[in-house]
């Protein structure tokens, strides 16, 4: 299994509590000396049912000396590889690692998660997730001046760590201001040009860094969607945080941004909301529909997960249908060209990652 997600998310100290489940677990980390050396000398790991290698992908050619480990592995023996890059967008591309993994990706902490195990009101919950994000060292902090330093040791560890080595970049100055621009405009469409005449650098170079940091799991971002293609590709994303910390917008933005999280969070474990249902007529359960009720008035959206590329919301409407709960049958043909788009736009994006 590959683990990913943010840097801190908790992805080391997930492994580690899964070893107490086996009998002869071991743990590498590439940033360990020792470690280092017996990743680069050691082949196989038969008399360990458990082997957790962590940060491999800062090894060169990491891929294909994966691909040997996993081919050569006794039936017995469990992987577990985490990094907090996107590994299989990782600039060393090497060999292919097609069939031989589960990938799973961590979030932080969420409303919902936060409820069940504490049992705390839901909006306590997101008042608590507002004030301090959803890593976990900020998260379970005794005091509110632990998080802030917290806050800025992550930020400086983003730049000096993460940035220069996945990146080679060396323009980490702007780098810094790009992000803490971004912070600034979260819930706002994201113009690249308009950020780039303001800190005096292409909107090439900002396009080229807004990629890294969606790598590293700094920010993703949701792209609208357009009946016309050629518009849909024209039509400006805005840009969220994973790092609730990061937002620097009013109480507003910082919300949304959390909301994003979470729906993000949501959308890629498989699970649904209450009022979500499967949109009948497009081939399995990949479109969803959610339906809200306001003071007698309904109102829909409609998204699709059927493409591992991306989210694609596809329309929202009020129900005017006459005909009890049926959709309208100009607002299905809607969702049908709509989707034929998002099919087009995520082979796009996948072929962009080739």
Known sequence: MILTGPCQVGKTYMGRQL??????????????????????TQSRYDQNDLVIMDKIHKMTNWKQWLKGITDA??????????????MDTFRQAGESLAGRYY????HPISVKELSIDTQ?????????????????????????????????????DILREDILEFSRLQELNTMKIFIEILGERVGSLL?????????????????????????LFVVFTIHPMHDNIARSLLKTPKVYFYDQGLVRGNEG????????????????????YDLVKVLKGYGGAGVLEVIADNFGDTYRA??????????????????????????????????LSRLKIARLKAKELSDEKK
């Open 191 to 215: 113009s690249l040009a308009s950020i780039a005449r303001d800190i005096g650098c292409s909107p090439i170079t900002l396009s080229r860094y807004l990629d890294i940091l969606q790598a």
């Open 120 to 156: 705390i009101k839901p909006r306590e919950a997101l008042d608590h997730l507002l004030e301090r994000g959803g890593f976990p060292e900020p998260f379970l902090a005794d005091q509110l001046e632990l998080v802030l330093r917290w806050r800025t040791d992550y930020a400086k």
């Open 103 to 106: 990938s799973y990706r961590m």
């Open 253 to 272: 933005a910082k919300l949304e941004n959390a909301v994003a999280c979470m729906l993000l969070n949501l959308a890629q474990e498989g699970e649904r």
């Open 73 to 86: 592995k006794s039936p017995g023996t469990a992987l577990l590889v985490t990094g907090s890059a996107r």
């Open 19 to 40: 070893m107490s489940q086996f009998k002869t677990p071991l743990y590498l980390n590439w940033d360990i000396p020792e470690d280092r050396v017996r990743l680069q």
């Open 302 to 335: 409609v998204y699709t997960v059927k493409f591992s590329e991306a989210i694609f919301v596809l329309h929202c409407f009020q129900k005017k249908s006459k005909q009890g709960i049926a959709t309208p049958k100009e607002d299905l043909n809607i969702i």
